[in-house]
């Protein structure tokens, strides 16, 4: 039997690909291994996001193919259309594919399959992946993003937004909520911006919070500028919906987000970090009175939304001020967590014409200043967890062999003094918050 290892840069829409990727490869008669020197075929799955993601190829790629000579290499991903990576990478890749473009002739398949008429993007979502957890699920929404920020790969990487009929997504997320599945997380470049028939983003969740079960609800990523008050109050009033809004600000001044091309300002983020906050926090009382009944009954504590971003510094042209405009931000916004980004200039995006005239030193230095308030915002928020009995999904164990797993507010957390048990992992269970870092928390079974 003939074995596949695939490797996975990026984003988790790229690890969701890669799960309906192995489900065609098992499909066709080959058998996953872990070890990519002995593999008949390797499946390198590419990010073009970042330079850094970037490179790994350059060093991964010729190392595969210098010692495991007999293997075929598929290169697929955000950097298959790049005519730069092809000529750097020609000699050591096989096959090169869209992962929306998986038809018989891009595929070395020997026996028959099944895979012919997969080339559109929405026959691609179809195929039903191999999960590669047992508990918790990405459940693809859509791909392709219509959006063009200057300097973002996706739109040219990943084509035009196309989304997936409402029935296929509730339809996959029930059959994983039956499988005892207990989180399941949505997926699309700007997942606000779904649209199903007259079914939208808000529609689609209420009809998946809907189904009968003990799971969560996530979803990513939400562009600020499609967020709307239906879609606030959609998961105000739910009762899987994680109090949980990752909402990439991307710079906190107004010049730059206009050069990034990111259709909001300042102020209109902020006022929407404070919706969010005030709707799914206090409002709603009704709604309110029955959740805290409820936790009150679990002896749960009622967590408030915590809210993450994505941020870049060292945008072409960013001074000092307008830099200053974001570290400003950062302070009022009072981040959980974000993802703190040194610009790096992406080939085809209109970003890339641009100067890019931050130096790499100043870049370190603008990083590690948001990466500063962003410490002491995120440790200030996990300071409301002491003593307090939260929720936790339990999802494996670290190197040293302790529990670790994640609130609905998605805050890491590990445990520190109960005993270990296997049997937890998968599972819901009640913790008591014992101590507090900036990015984590420690807990013990209550
Ligand atoms: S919204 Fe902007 S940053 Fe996000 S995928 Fe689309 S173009 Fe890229």
Not at 28 to 34: A, E, L, P, V
Not at 72 to 91: A, H, P, Q, S
Not at 366 to 385: F, P, W
């Amino acid at each position: 039997m003939k074995t596949y290892h695939i490797i996975t840069i990026g984003c988790q829409m790229n690890k969701s690909d890669s799960e309906r990727l192995a489900s065609i490869l098992e499909k066709n008669g080959y058998r996953k291994t872990d070890n990519k020197y002995k593999a008949d075929l390797i499946t390198v799955n590419t990010c073009g996001v970042r330079q850094m993601a970037e490179d790994r190829i350059y060093g991964l790629i010729p190392e595969i193919k210098r010692k495991n000579k007999k293997a075929k290499i598929i290169l697929t991903g955000c950097l298959v259309n790049r005519k730069d990576v092809r000529r750097r990478l020609e000699k050591y890749v096989d096959i090169w594919m869209m992962i929306t473009e998986m038809t018989n002739d891009k595929f070395p398949m020997t026996n028959q399959c099944q895979i012919s008429n997969v080339k559109y993007q929405n026959d691609y979502l179809k195929i039903v992946p191999k999960y590669e957890s047992k508990f918790s699920a990405y459940v693809p929404i859509g791909n392709g993003c219509d959006n063009f920020c200057s300097y973002c790969v996706v739109p040219y990487a990943r084509g035009r937004e196309v989304y997936r009929l409402a029935k296929d997504i509730v339809d996959e997320a029930k059959n994983l909520v039956n499988r005892g599945y207990k989180e399941i997380i949505l997926i699309a470049q700007n997942v606000n911006s779904y649209k199903s028939g007259k079914i939208d983003f808000a529609d689609l969740l209420k009809q998946l919070d809907n189904i009968k079960g003990d799971f969560w609800l996530r979803f990513i990523t939400s562009h600020p500028k499609d967020m709307s008050d239906k879609l606030i109050k959609t998961i105000a009033g739910s009762k899987n919906i994680c109090r949980h809004i990752h909402l990439p600000v991307q710079a906190g001044d107004d010049k730059v987000l206009n050069k990034m091309n990111r259709q909001y300002a300042r102020i209109d983020y902020i006022k929407l970090v404070k919706k969010v906050r005030q709707d799914l926090n206090d409002q709603f009382p009704i709604f309110n009175d029955q959740k805290n009944t409820k936790l009150k009954i679990q002896n749960l504590w009622k967590q408030p939304v915590a809210i993450t971003t994505d941020i870049i510094v060292g945008f072409p042209g960013e001074t000092k001020k307008q830099f200053d405009n974001s570290a400003k931000l950062m302070k009022e916004v009072k981040f959980d967590l974000a993802y703190i980004v040194r610009y790096s200039p992406r080939p085809g995006t209109a970003a890339f014409k641009m100067a890019d005239n931050v130096t790499k030193l100043e870049k370190k230095r603008r990083e590690e200043k948001l990466m500063e308030i962003l410490r002491k915002t995120a440790l200030d928020n996990n300071k409301k967890y002491i003593g307090k009995i939260v929720k936790v999904l339990v999802e494996g164990k670290d190197k040293r062999g302790k529990l670790f797993g994640s609130t609905e507010t998605a805050k890491v957390v590990k445990i520190s003094n109960a005993p270990c048990n296997d049997k937890l992992i998968g599972e819901f269970a009640d913790v008591k918050i014992i101590k507090v870092m900036d990015f984590g928390l420690e807990w013990e079974i209550a």
